[in-house]
């Protein structure tokens, strides 16, 4: 089910992509006003000098950051019940360490003249907010693995490391999806704006 909506979701876009070309170019040889085509040599200079600089933005950090907290959420066994001593355990030293990072977050930024409040002493706009994602993530992969490591999910780093890239593969046609998605986007931006 899951891959069969995200194949319907990538060629939707790459049909889109297709249509809103010709259409640009359709739409550039009537001369209608502000209206420029992908096809012109200004449209594939556009284009081609442009793509990082279309895909690039925090929606791409934030979807890798997401997927990797993801990874080591789920291997490492957290939201499952409890059944043994060697899991209580490991719910208890996460629960401690998900306490530490929330007072040091707080710390961060409740405390007067904090360091990640805006210049203003506002929470939002401010770096916080800006990193609200990766703040996150991190506090999630941060309780995860000390828990994987005392329930013995977790025996090495390499365990770690393997669970972060089981994340991004299994959530990987989202990064499909999501540079589709911008190059059209971008691309409509450019032909009409």
Known sequence: MRTKLTTYIIVFLC??????????????????????????SEGIRWFCGHYVDILQSPVLIWLLLTMISYG????????SKPTCYRERMGLRIALSVLFGY???????????HAILLSATGNLFPSPFSRAIVPILSFGIVLVSVPYGLATRTFCSVMD????????IARWSPLFLIYILFMQFY????????
């Open 15 to 40: 049909l889109a992509e297709v249509g809103l070309t010709l259409l640009s170019w359709l739409l550039s040889t009537m001369m209608t006003d502000g209206v420029r085509s992908l096809l012109s």
């Open 72 to 79: 080591v959420c789920m291997k490492s066994h957290l939201l």
């Open 102 to 112: 929330i007072l040091v977050i707080l710390s961060l930024t409740f405390i007067p």
């Open 160 to 167: 770690i490391c393997q669970a972060m890239s089981e994340g």
């Open 186 to 193: 971008e691309s409509l931006c450019f032909i009409f704006f």
